[in-house]
C-alpha cells in the first residue's frame, strides 16, 4: 500500500481529503503507515463503520464492524466534513434558493441557555448589538418572529445546501445493504463484498458538502465492484453537483462488474459520459501466456521470449536466462516452471510507461497518443 498512498498524497488538492477501508485485522498497521505518509498532524479520525447484525455463530466475538481512516492532504486548508443539518425550524424560499430560520441561537450568555428576545438586546448586549441586528433586518439576514406579548426572536437564514453538521465517529452502513443493491440492480450476485452505496455517498458528500466543492474530483485505485461511480452519479442527481470521478482496478472483473455497473446507474440516472481505459500491457502480457500455458514445451518457447523481449528482474544476469534453459527445461513441474517465468519478470515493468509513449517498438497508435495527451494534459 505505501506507494499507491504516497502517490494518492500527491494527487489531493491541498483542502483534500483521503479514506482508507480496513478490518481490525489491519488498521494498527494502516494507521501507522497513514501517520508516516499524511502526517499524524493531518489524522482525522478513525471512523468505526456498523457493517453487519447478529452473527451468533462466531467463533470469539461478532464482528460487527470495520474502520475508515480519514486523513486530510493538510489539516490546516481542511473544512471538517459535513452531513446535512436535521433541520427543524421553518424553510423558506429566498432569492431562489432554500433557507431554514434559526431561531434559537441570539443567547443571554454565550454557552448557556437562554434566548435573547429582541426587545432585550440592547439592554443585555449593547446598543452597538441592536444596531448590528438592525441593519441585519434591514437586509434581510434577520426576521423578526413574535413569540408573544414582549417577546420578538430574531430567526437568522441559514441556507440549506452551506449548513450541515459535523459527523460523529460511528457510522452505520450495512454490507448486506451492499450485496442486495448490487444484486437487484445487475439481475444476479457478482460481486462477494461490494460496499453498500450508502457509506460512499455519505462521506463523498461530507467532503464535498458545500457548493464550491461540487466540481470535486473523487479517485478510488480500489474500485471494485464499482461503488464509488455509483455514489458519485446518484449525489450529482440529488444535488446537481458536477462532480467527476476516477476509477482504477486490476482484477478482470471489470469487464464483467465495474463497467456494467456503471453503464446500468448511469442509464438509470438518465446519462451522464464514461471513459473506460486499459493501460498498455508489456511484462503483463507474459504473465497472462505464463498463466495459460498448457505444456512444459510452451514454457520453453515463453522463456526463451521473455529471455530475448522482456524487462527482467534487476538482480537476474540477462545472459542467464538463455543460458538456463536447460535447467529450466529439467524443473519438469508445469506449476514450477510457471512460479520460475513470474520471478524472472520486472513486476515494475507490466505495462509500458508513458514516457515510452513515442518508442515505435511499442507501436503506440495515434490516437491513443492523443488521448494520453488529452488525459495527462501534455502539449
Excluded at 37 to 52: C, H, L
Excluded at 77 to 86: H, I, S, T, V
Excluded at 117 to 146: H, W
Excluded at 225 to 239: M, P, Y
Aim: aromatic share 10%.
Amino acid at each position: 500500500m505505501k506507494n499507491r498512498l504516497e502517490v494518492a498524497k500527491e494527487l489531493l488538492t491541498d483542502d483534500g481529503v483521503f479514506f482508507a477501508s480496513c478490518d481490525d485485522n489491519e488498521q494498527a498497521y494502516l494507521k501507522i503507515l497513514m501517520d508516516e505518509i499524511f502526517g499524524d498532524e493531518n489524522f482525522i479520525t478513525n471512523f468505526v463503520v456498523i457493517r453487519a447484525e447478529g452473527g451468533g455463530l462466531a467463533k470469539q466475538v461478532v464482528k460487527g464492524h470495520d474502520y475508515l481512516l480519514a486523513y486530510a492532504k493538510n489539516i490546516e486548508n481542511f473544512e471538517p466534513l459535513r452531513k446535512p443539518k436535521d433541520i427543524r425550524g421553518k424553510i423558506v424560499e429566498k432569492d431562489g434558493e432554500e433557507y431554514w430560520i434559526e431561531e434559537d441561537w441570539l443567547r443571554l450568555e454565550f454557552g448557556k441557555y437562554g434566548t435573547c428576545y429582541y426587545e432585550d438586546i440592547e439592554r443585555v448586549k449593547g446598543k452597538a448589538k441592536k444596531d448590528e441586528i438592525d441593519r441585519g433586518i434591514e437586509s434581510g439576514q434577520y426576521i423578526l418572529l413574535n413569540k408573544g406579548k414582549n417577546k420578538t426572536i430574531v430567526g437568522r437564514y441559514r441556507a440549506l445546501a452551506e449548513d450541515g453538521s459535523k459527523f460523529y465517529s460511528v457510522l452505520k452502513h450495512l454490507n448486506a445493504d451492499g450485496k442486495n443493491e448490487l444484486k437487484d440492480l445487475m439481475g444476479e450476485d457478482t460481486f462477494s463484498f461490494p460496499k453498500p452505496t450508502s457509506l460512499l455517498k455519505e462521506i463523498i458528500l461530507g467532503a464535498t458538502f458545500f457548493k464550491k466543492d461540487k466540481e470535486a474530483i473523487i479517485l478510488d485505485f480500489h474500485a471494485g465492484s464499482g461503488t464509488t461511480a455509483q455514489a458519485v452519479l446518484e449525489l450529482n442527481k440529488q444535488d446537481n453537483g458536477n462532480r467527476k470521478f476516477i476509477l482504477v482496478e486490476q482484477m478482470d472483473y471489470v469487464d464483467s462488474v465495474t463497467i456494467p455497473r456503471v453503464e446500468k446507474v448511469m442509464e438509470k440516472q438518465g446519462g451522464g459520459d464514461f471513459i473506460y481505459c486499459e493501460l498498455m500491457e508489456y511484462n503483463q502480457s507474459y504473465m497472462d501466456k505464463i498463466q495459460a500455458a498448457q505444456s512444459p514445451e510452451e514454457l520453453v518457447t515463453l522463456w526463451k521470449d521473455i529471455a530475448e523481449n522482456s524487462f527482467l528482474n534487476w538482480y537476474i544476469n540477462e545472459a542467464m536466462p538463455q543460458e538456463a534453459v536447460q535447467d529450466f527445461i529439467a524443473i519438469g513441474n508445469l506449476a514450477a516452471q510457471k512460479r520460475c517465468l513470474v520471478e524472472l519478470l520486472d513486476k515494475n515493468q507490466l505495462y509500458v510507461n508513458l514516457s515510452e509513449i513515442e518508442d515505435a517498438d511499442f507501436q503506440v497508435s495515434e490516437e491513443d497518443r492523443e488521448l494520453n495527451s488529452e488525459f495527462y494534459k501534455k502539449v
